[in-house]
């Protein structure tokens, strides 16, 4: 399994809860989380067959950012 990381402008809970949908549809659930305590806001995301660019224009379509540590 690999992991890939992405800084995100995700910062709290409800927020997690807009994202939360699309991540799933992208990803999987229970295949992702994000460090809120983290001042990156870093999103991990866990999976052998994942784009990168793909979770990135997924966050974009509901409004957030994420950029590739």
Same mark, same amino acid.
């Given at each position: 399994?690999?992991?890939?990381?992405?800084? @995100?402008? +995700?910062?709290?809970?409800?927020? +997690? %809860?807009?994202? @939360?949908?699309?991540?799933?549809?992208?990803? =999987? %659930?229970?295949?992702?989380?994000?460090?809120?305590?983290?001042? *990156?806001?870093?999103?991990?995301?866990?999976? %052998?067959?994942?784009?990168? *660019?793909? +979770?990135?224009?997924?966050?974009? *379509?509901? =409004?957030?950012?994420?950029?590739?540590?």
């Amino acid at each position: 399994m690999k992991k890939y990381q992405f800084k @995100t402008n +995700i910062m709290c809970n409800s927020c +997690i %809860e807009k994202v @939360t949908p699309v991540l799933n549809q992208s990803v =999987g %659930e229970n295949q992702w989380q994000i460090d809120l305590k983290d001042p *990156k806001r870093t999103l991990t995301v866990s999976s %052998e067959n994942i784009i990168q *660019k793909d +979770i990135i224009n997924a966050l974009q *379509k509901v =409004g957030y950012k994420a950029d590739e540590i």
